[in-house]
């Protein structure tokens, strides 16, 4: 490995540990409230469209990234 490929290699690491990555599932209400505080924090760095549990089930799942630090 060259020292070009090894200095790509360290920079992309340390970029994908910048971020936390999950699924959160609840209510709409509560999902909301959750999405508001990390807005506010300035840790949202994007989340997806709310989607259906299925089934009876009325909870909401939704994805979130955030940054660590």
Avoid: K
Avoid at 3 to 16: G, I, W
Avoid at 27 to 55: K, N
């Amino acid at each position: 490995m060259t020292t070009r490929e090894r200095a790509n290699a360290r920079a992309n690491n340390q970029r994908a540990n910048q971020y936390t990555e999950m699924w959160i599932v609840g209510s709409p209400e509560d999902l909301a409230v959750m999405i508001q505080a990390a807005s506010r924090t300035g840790r949202l760095v994007f989340v997806s469209a709310p989607h259906q549990m299925g089934g009876d089930d009325t909870r909401h799942r939704r994805y979130l990234r955030l940054r660590s630090s």
